[in-house]
Every structure is written in C-alpha cells, then in structure tokens.
C-alpha cells in the first residue's frame, strides 16, 4: 500500500514503525508506521517543482526565492519536517507520533 503525501502527491517513503515495548515481559505491538514526503527538502525535478509552485498559487517573487531548487513540499512547515504516520487505525496523520 503506498501512502501521498497530502500537499504535493508524492509517494512517501517508509522511515519507520512505531509502538509500545514491554521489555520486562518481552512483548512489543505496533501501533504504525512512520513515512516522509520525499520532497521535504526539496524537489529532485525542476518540472515537478514548477508544476507544483504553479498548483499552489506562488510565485518565485512571493515566496522570496530565485530558482526551482529553492521550492519545497509545504510538508516542510507543519510538525516535523517532512513527517507523517499512521494512526492505529490505519489513518495518515501529520507529524510525527509521540
């Protein structure tokens, strides 16, 4: 199952897992999964970075910068840079899970 990051649509890319550990006992659950937005820091593509910039109603002047190598993911603002999971039930959430 691949999971798209909910600004740009990229496919996330799988981190890590997450959950409880009871090391006394010797038992762990999981609760989910960890993910992050490939374009976090930035896109790999000057097209996919333009049509990106285009799609969110920015311009190079708006946003300050001079170059398609200066556009990332609005992923990059909100929480942790980039992050995202999945809930215990399966749903995607921003950030990263405490």
């Not at 996330?12 to 038992?27: C, Q, T």
């Not at 039930?89 to 950030?95: A, D, H, P, S, T």
Request: aromatic share 14%.
């Amino acid at each position: 199952m691949s999971l798209e990051c909910v600004y740009c649509e990229a496919e996330l890319v799988y981190e890590d897992s997450y959950g409880s550990l009871a090391a006394l006992r010797g038992e762990s659950k999981l609760t989910g999964d960890i993910y992050r937005c490939p374009n976090h820091e930035g896109f790999e593509e000057e097209e996919v970075a333009l049509s990106y910039l285009r799609e969110s109603g920015e311009t190079f002047e708006s946003l300050g910068i001079t170059g398609w190598e200066e556009i990332y993911c609005d992923s990059c603002t909100h929480y942790v840079s980039g992050s995202f999971y999945t809930d215990s039930n399966g749903n995607l959430q921003e950030g990263y899970p405490c």
